[in-house]
């Protein structure tokens, strides 16, 4: 099992530890538990997926100290900064636009050019994001598709011990996650409702703030939804065994390619590696791609399904 440690300096300081090891930790926020991992370690941010046992990559909330660290990683426009003047710290996640030097592990964002940033308002992830020195990202600590965690005891029955370490704060005082808000093209949306309410930010902002479809994995993509993912804009060709002179190869184990998601046959790092590559393969100077077959169990659902989009 998990070990479940209460929160104190020394079992932040572990926390902190298995940050910078790659290992995603438990740690309780203001709304829900997080399963936490460096932001900008790309095989950290697969581990989260594998403990979660996501069967896709939904893009991950990034949570930082403050404002300064948030404008960063992200562009915060006159609109997002009184958001955040208002709000942080606190439960409210704002989807700004990625800055390209953010250094951000394109598997966070899942290749989007946008990315969701939290500053939480609880002494214990606050306390790690100080200790560990990175921006961290972090889903709510449950399995893919059961409830979300409010007491460490939630995550130690839900994740067990696919997780490393478990901050035990007490329980949870919002209960419920974020409130999400984007701000990407001069419009306000709400894309998650949560605990700062519409009238609360419209108020703040003195701007109607539209709702938009509930991005939660909980719920049914909707169409046209801001989190409609990454996608190559080029033809892409899946299962391939051996490859033609007009395409990008991508391989996988045995299948070697000009790249490889994972020479090794590692499904954590091909993970890790999937979007920076199908990015690499859509910017070459070549027509087409092509990736070889990934096995389907584990993290590789996850591919196959971010896979079979890029390929529809
Ligand atoms: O309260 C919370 O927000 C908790 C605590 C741990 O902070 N976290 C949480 O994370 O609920 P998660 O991964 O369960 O939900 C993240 C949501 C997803 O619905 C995802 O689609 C959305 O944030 N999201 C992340 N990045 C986005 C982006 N660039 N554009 C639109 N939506 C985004
Ligand atoms: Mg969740």
């Given amino acids: 099992m998990a070990r479940v440690q209460a929160f104190n300096d020394p ?34 941010v697969a581990a989260v997926y594998a403990a979660k ?50 250094g951000i592990a394109a598997l966070a964002t899942a290749g ?9 308002a609880h002494r214990a992830m606050q306390a790690v994001l100080a200790a560990s020195g990175k921006p961290l990202a972090a889903p709510s600590a449950n399995p893919s598709g059961r409830i979300s965690p409010t007491s460490a005891a939630h995550v130690a029955a839900g994740l067990g011990d696919r997780v490393a370490l478990i901050l035990d704060d007490g329980p949870t005082t919002a209960g419920i996650e974020s409130t999400i808000v984007a701000l990407t093209d001069g419009a306000v949306l709400l894309l998650r409702p949560g605990p700062i309410t519409a009238e609360a930010l419209s108020a703040a ?37 051996s490859f033609a002179e007009d395409e990008f190869a991508i ?5 070697a390619g000009t790249v490889t998601l994972s020479a090794q046959g590692n499904l954590v790092e091909a993970a890790a590696r999937l979007f920076d590559l199908l990015h690499q393969a859509d910017a070459s100077d ?7 077959p990934i096995p389907d169990d584990g993290l590789g659902q996850a591919i196959n399904d971010r896979l079979r989009r890029a390929a529809a």
């Fill in 11 to 44: 079992t932040v300081a572990e926390a902190a530890r298995c940050v910078a090891a790659g290992q995603p930790v438990a740690v309780p926020t203001e709304t829900v538990y997080g399963l936490a991992a460096d932001a900008t370690n790309p095989a950290a």
């Fill in 53 to 102: 046992g996501r069967p896709s990559f939904n893009p991950l909330i990034v949570h930082v100290p403050d404002l300064a660290a948030a404008q960063r990683i992200g562009r915060f426009d006159a609109l997002a900064q009184r958001l955040a003047a208002a709000f942080w710290p606190g439960p409210l996640t704002i989807v700004v636009p990625l800055r390209e030097d953010a």
């Fill in 112 to 120: 989007l050019d946008t990315v969701a940033l939290r500053v939480p």
């Fill in 205 to 241: 902002l003195g701007v109607r703030v539209d709702t938009v479809a509930v991005t939660d994995d909980a719920a049914p993509s909707a169409p046209g939804q801001l989190t409609s993912h990454y996608a190559p804009t080029k033809p892409v060709r899946l299962n391939a065994t």
């Fill in 251 to 255: 391989g996988f184990g045995p299948v």
């Fill in 286 to 292: 070549l027509s087409r791609i092509a990736i070889a």
